[in-house]
């Protein structure tokens, strides 16, 4: 990734831009992004989630909705990497929360360009080793974009979570991360989850309590390391 790219001006106004961004695909990226999208909606924020992978998960997801809209304005920006940053700037006046669902490539310039405007960069991880060991990469390229983006904010975001040792091993290797905290929220392993996504929805609209009370606990932390008194 070239760090030495010129860096364009962070949009200043009141909305919040939150990257969700790893290298590996089938972390919960793209879950993490609808639920908490979708749940700040419910709140009453306005929020867009733009979809910038190319297999346009979010998109789908949204269009799943039948007689009740998805509660966050979904935006497919994929065809368009290299215009991500001038279109978000066209949306900050719109929305109180704008979230780039990156695609799972580290690689690619848009998680780059992503952690370059944002306040938040959220890399879900499933704890297990291969998740872990990809996550260092997600890491090391958030802990670059800090030194020209100070006010960027990083966790990890602790998905699909399976009971065991091996999970609870992994987990433990996850928070003793010297540089990025983990949320104490975590989204376990559910099936509520695809069935939220197969009806173009978040958990809320299954009635599943324990998983609502998990993405209800994810918003909660990140309004709260951003300062922001929730809804």
Same mark, same amino acid.
């Given at each position: 990734?070239?760090?030495?790219?010129?860096?364009?001006?962070?949009?200043?106004?009141?909305?919040?831009?939150?990257?969700?961004?790893?290298?590996?695909?089938?972390?919960?990226?793209?879950?993490?992004?609808?639920?908490l999208g979708g749940t700040l909606g419910r709140r009453g924020y306005n929020v867009?989630?733009?979809?910038?992978?190319?297999?346009?998960?979010?998109?789908?997801?949204?269009?799943?909705?039948?007689?009740?809209?998805?509660?966050?304005?979904?935006?497919?920006?994929?065809?368009?990497?290299?215009?991500?940053?001038?279109?978000?700037?066209?949306?900050? /006046?719109?929305?109180?929360? &704008?979230?780039? +669902?990156?695609?799972?490539?580290? %690689? !690619? @310039?848009?998680?780059?360009?992503?952690?370059?405007?944002?306040?938040?960069?959220?890399?879900?991880?499933?704890?297990?080793?291969?998740?872990?060991?990809?996550?260092?990469?997600?890491?090391?390229?958030?802990?670059?974009?800090?030194?020209?983006?100070?006010?960027?904010?990083?966790?990890?975001?602790?998905?699909?979570?399976?009971?065991?040792?091996?999970?609870?091993?992994?987990?433990?290797?996850?928070?003793?991360?010297?540089?990025? /905290?983990?949320?104490?929220? &975590?989204?376990? +392993?559910?099936?509520?989850?695809? %069935? !939220? @996504?197969?009806?173009?929805?978040?958990?809320?609209?299954?009635?599943?309590?324990?998983?609502?009370?998990?993405?209800?606990?994810?918003?909660?932390?990140?309004?709260?390391?951003?300062?922001?008194?929730?809804?």
């Open positions: 990734m070239n760090g030495t790219a010129k860096r364009k001006p962070k949009p200043v106004n009141g909305c919040i831009i939150i990257a969700i961004y790893n290298q590996k695909g089938g972390c919960g990226k793209t879950a993490t992004s609808m639920q867009a989630v733009v979809d910038m992978d190319r297999q346009s998960t979010a998109s789908h997801w949204s269009a799943r909705a039948k007689d009740t809209p998805f509660p966050a304005t979904v935006v497919s920006l994929a065809a368009h990497q290299e215009k991500m940053v001038n279109e978000i700037e066209k949306m900050v /006046e719109l929305y109180d929360f &704008i979230l780039i +669902d990156c695609p799972p490539a580290i %690689e !690619s @310039q848009t998680p780059w360009a992503a952690l370059q405007i944002a306040d938040l960069g959220l890399i879900p991880v499933t704890p297990v080793m291969d998740n872990i060991w990809a996550s260092n990469e997600a890491s090391e390229l958030g802990l670059k974009a800090q030194r020209d983006n100070p006010e960027l904010k990083l966790r990890y975001v602790v998905s699909r979570m399976k009971r065991g040792n091996i999970y609870s091993s992994c987990l433990r290797l996850l928070h003793s991360d010297p540089n990025i /905290e983990s949320f104490k929220s &975590i989204i376990m +392993d559910r099936n509520v989850y695809p %069935e !939220s @996504q197969l009806i173009g929805q978040t958990v809320h609209a299954r009635g599943n309590k324990a998983a609502t009370e998990e993405v209800e606990s994810l918003t909660n932390e990140v309004l709260k390391l951003l300062g922001i008194r929730g809804k």
